[in-house]
Antibody, heavy 121, light 110 residues
Framework: EVQLWESGGGLVQPGGSLRLSCAAS????????MSWVRQAPGKGLEWVSS????????HYVDSVKGRFTISRDNYKNTLHLQMNSLRAEDTAVYYC??????????????WGQGTTVTVSS | QSALTQPASVSGSPGQSITISCTGT?????????VSWYQQHPGKAPKLMIY???NRPSGVSNRFSGSKSGNTASLTISGLQAEDEADFYC??????????FGTGTKVTVL
């Protein structure tokens, strides 16, 4: 069974940092692009970042450029999102998602259960 | 990249058909056949229902169908059932971004 499991969420003060992780199983991890999508409380889905299968190409939404870094370890089948200089508006449930193809943009067919990030003093 | 525009809510009675629209621009929906639709029940993760405008993943009911005309994509749910009550989001590949989501539509089964 294909599964994704996020971890690393929590409460952090504005300006602080968090590192989210997503453990994958049940598929060839290196063959799939991976993405992070967030959902603020009571709001819609917002794409945050994507990385291709090899990890050599990444893409970010403008609001997190320079603050967030997506990476992957294809040996450990794990996806990461390093989040620095966090702001109140980054408060959301963060979902890890498997893309349908080696490159991203073609739809996300498996989603984790989400991890909650709260930025507040 | 602005969010794609969806109606805030759509409702229908059991057995009826409903259609949710997703309006973008010539830089996203109109330019690429990479429109996806996701269903999200309260407190749950999204689920892929349609990809590449009109394709259904394995296991998704054939009551769900997708189409596109110009800058607008549509999701039709036929034979509406109680378990279809959820939020639905469209998504498209865009010139400046691999994913842009729609504003979301709450489907209510009357």
């Amino acid at each position: 069974e294909v599964q994704l499991w996020e971890s690393g969420g929590g409460l952090v003060q504005p300006g602080g940092s968090l590192r989210l992780s997503c453990a994958a199983s049940g598929f060839t991890f290196s063959s799939s692009a991976m993405s992070w999508v967030r959902q603020a409380p009571g709001k819609g889905l917002e794409w945050v970042s994507s990385i291709i299968g090899s990890g050599t190409t990444t893409h970010y939404v403008d609001s997190v450029k320079g603050r967030f870094t997506i990476s992957r370890d294809n040996y450990k089948n794990t996806l990461h999102l390093q989040m620095n200089s966090l702001r109140a508006e980054d408060t959301a449930v963060y979902y890890c998602a498997k893309d349908r193809a080696y490159s991203y943009g073609l739809g996300m067919d498996v989603w984790g259960q989400g991890t909650t990030v709260t930025v507040s003093s | 990249q602005s969010a794609l525009t969806q109606p805030a809510s759509v409702s229908g009675s059991p057995g009826q058909s409903i259609t949710i629209s997703c309006t973008g621009t010539s830089s996203d929906v109109g330019a690429y056949n990479y429109v996806s639709w996701y269903q999200q029940h309260p407190g749950k993760a999204p689920k892929l229902m349609i990809y590449d405008v009109s394709n259904r993943p394995s296991g998704v009911s054939n009551r769900f169908s997708g189409s596109k005309s110009g800058n607008t994509a549509s999701l039709t749910i036929s034979g509406l059932q109680a378990e279809d009550e959820a939020d639905f989001y469209c998504s498209s590949y865009a010139t400046s971004s691999p994913y842009v989501f729609g504003t979301g539509t709450k489907v209510t089964v009357l």
